[in-house]
């Protein structure tokens, strides 16, 4: 398994930007694809965006299109979600996930809080 651990989250405005980490050791990351998830109080965890392995496949849930970009540097086994015009609606733990299968995220971070006041 791999380790994962993000960073970067906060307290930011409605229409402010944050860019979340997420550093990945114990395994060469680069064999994974990666994901951003997200968990807002009293809701189901769900998926915000991923990225393969390459960095060539990208998917973004739709309310995050045109907002949010996810990207890569394998060289220092990390991901990135850069998150601009951020609404309340993204309130939530923001969780990195990795998977091998590009389908099941067998690997988990323990969070970083994202809260956008209004």
């Known amino acids: 398994q791999v380790q994962l651990v993000e960073s970067g989250g906060g307290l930011v405005q409605a229409g402010d930007s944050l860019r979340l980490s997420c550093t990945a050791s114990?395994?060469?990351?680069?064999?994974?694809?990666a994901g951003w998830f997200r968990q807002a109080p009293g809701k189901e965890r769900e998926f915000v965006s991923a990225i393969s392995w390459s960095g060539i496949d990208i998917y973004y849930r739709d309310s995050v299109q045109g907002r949010f970009t996810i990207s890569r540097d394998n060289a220092k086994n990390t991901v990135y979600l850069q998150m601009n015009n951020l609404r309340p609606e993204d309130t939530g733990t923001y969780y990195c996930?990795?998977?091998?299968?590009?389908?099941?995220?067998?690997?988990w971070g323990l969070g970083t809080q994202v809260t956008v006041s209004s």
């Open positions: 996930a990795a998977s091998l299968d590009g389908q099941d995220f067998g690997s």
């Open positions: 114990g395994r060469p990351f680069g064999n994974y694809a």
